[in-house]
């Protein structure tokens, strides 16, 4: 027999805690928090759904449950932001052992502990089929040092802040049953675990250097499009600058894939894409060095016109929105 409704609700009120600026937590009909003056409120909220964002044959709860955290911290990090505080609603089916749910639940706060995140409340139902969780998550950001998908200029450069195509090679070795394989650990943690990058979100808010700056969670094709649409620009990427790994490189000869298609399509990469003034780059890099010890790959050019277009050994194509898009697949 699993958890109730009312067991499970006062379980996870036990294990949320108390924190800054909360005003009343779980238990009552709404959360109340106050914001600080002279900063301004973010709020995102993904859902996650089992057979499409993930698998429970292989994705293990404590795993599953970071994960579902760190999507929604990834998407305040992409506007410069702290997050602050979250909701979680679950969809669960009747037979959802009590171990899988405190596992689940132990990893989803463990992902908001490392980031000063507190849980302060959401919804539980009964789901009469699959698995589904949303969250929903609040960051606030100084005024003037919110960054978003607008912005981009011709001449700046296009960044990106890791390398790319990990999380899409973890998937397609999940799928081939080689997820306990310790060889390809990297990868396979990319996919299951992804890691927020919500420092380094910060020190690029605040540095006063960056255009344009969003996640990647559907692939470079998808994600830098939306930046060049928002700000009605165009980019022009290339192939060779694109940051791979030698073990993706491996892995893609294992699953007979293309390196290049998992870093500019496979998505849920959850860096962070930026874009520079060229006469800043260099400035930004030195800074991200010393407060972070991270390095910025350059990965081609904001340019004017329409579309991203990737140059590959001289032959150009467009990309756009070529990465995963829900409800076409």
Same mark, same amino acid.
């Given at each position: 027999?699993?958890? %109730?409704?009312?067991?499970?609700?006062?379980?996870?009120?036990?294990?949320?805690?108390?924190?800054?600026?909360?005003?009343? @937590?779980? !238990?009552?009909?709404?959360?109340?928090?106050?914001?600080?003056?002279?900063?301004?409120?973010?709020?995102?909220?993904?859902?996650?759904?089992?057979?499409?964002?993930?698998?429970?044959?292989?994705?293990?709860?404590?795993? *599953? !449950?970071?994960?579902?955290?760190?999507? /929604?911290?990834?998407?305040?990090?992409?506007?410069?932001?702290?997050?602050?505080? &979250?909701?979680? /609603?679950?969809?669960?089916?009747?037979?959802?052992?009590?171990?899988?749910?405190?596992?689940?639940?132990?990893?989803? +706060?463990?992902?908001?502990?490392?980031?000063?995140?507190?849980?302060?409340?959401?919804?539980?139902?009964?789901?009469?089929?699959?698995?589904?969780?949303?969250?929903?998550?609040?960051?606030?950001?100084?005024?003037?040092?919110?960054?978003?998908?607008?912005?981009?200029?011709?001449?700046?450069?296009?960044?990106?802040?890791?390398? +790319? %195509?990990?999380?899409?090679?973890?998937?397609?070795?999940?799928?081939?049953?080689?997820?306990?394989?310790?060889?390809?650990?990297?990868? *396979?943690?990319?996919?299951?675990?992804?890691?927020?990058?919500?420092?380094?979100?910060?020190?690029?808010?605040?540095?006063?250097?960056?255009?344009?700056?969003?996640?990647?969670?559907? @692939?470079?094709?998808?994600?830098?499009? $939306?930046?060049?649409? =928002?700000? @009605?620009? !165009?980019?022009?990427?290339?192939? =060779?600058?694109?940051?791979?790994?030698?073990?993706?490189?491996?892995?893609?000869?294992?699953?007979? $894939?293309?390196?290049?298609?998992?870093?500019?399509? !496979?998505?849920?990469?959850?860096?962070? *894409?930026?874009?520079?003034?060229?006469?800043?780059?260099?400035?930004?890099?030195?800074?991200?060095?010393?407060?972070? %010890?991270?390095?910025?790959?350059?990965?081609?050019?904001?340019? &004017?016109?329409?579309?991203?277009?990737?140059?590959? &050994?001289?032959?150009?194509?467009?990309?756009?929105?070529? %990465?995963?898009? $829900?409800?076409?697949?």
């Amino acid at each position: 027999m699993g958890y %109730g409704e009312r067991e499970l609700i006062a379980l996870v009120r036990a294990m949320a805690g108390e924190g800054k600026g909360l005003v009343l @937590g779980i !238990g009552d009909d709404c959360a109340a928090f106050c914001p600080e003056p002279g900063r301004l409120t973010l709020v995102t909220s993904d859902a996650l759904v089992a057979g499409v964002h993930f698998d429970l044959s292989w994705h293990p709860a404590h795993a *599953l !449950g970071r994960k579902a955290a760190a999507v /929604n911290l990834s998407d305040i990090a992409a506007m410069g932001g702290t997050p602050r505080f &979250a909701l979680l /609603n679950l969809a669960l089916p009747t037979a959802m052992a009590n171990q899988w749910l405190d596992e689940f639940m132990a990893g989803f +706060l463990a992902m908001l502990g490392e980031h000063g995140v507190l849980l302060i409340g959401g919804d539980t139902v009964a789901s009469p089929h699959d698995l589904m969780i949303s969250v929903t998550v609040t960051g606030e950001v100084a005024e003037g040092e919110m960054l978003s998908r607008k912005g981009a200029r011709p001449g700046d450069l296009i960044m990106v802040s890791g390398q +790319l %195509g990990e999380a899409a090679a973890g998937l397609a070795l999940c799928r081939q049953g080689l997820e306990g394989d310790p060889r390809w650990q990297p990868l *396979l943690m990319a996919h299951l675990d992804p890691a927020p990058q919500v420092g380094l979100g910060l020190v690029l808010g605040q540095s006063g250097l960056v255009h344009a700056l969003q996640d990647i969670s559907d @692939g470079l094709a998808t994600d830098l499009a $939306h930046i060049c649409a =928002e700000s @009605g620009v !165009g980019a022009v990427v290339e192939a =060779e600058a694109i940051p791979v790994s030698p073990l993706l490189m491996e892995a893609a000869g294992v699953c007979g $894939h293309s390196p290049l298609a998992w870093a500019l399509s !496979g998505g849920e990469d959850y860096q962070l *894409l930026l874009t520079v003034p060229a006469d800043k780059a260099r400035d930004l890099s030195e800074l991200l060095r010393e407060k972070t %010890g991270r390095e910025l790959f350059s990965v081609g050019r904001i340019v &004017a016109g329409r579309g991203v277009i990737l140059d590959e &050994a001289g032959q150009k194509r467009d990309i756009s929105f070529q %990465g995963y898009e $829900h409800l076409k697949g």
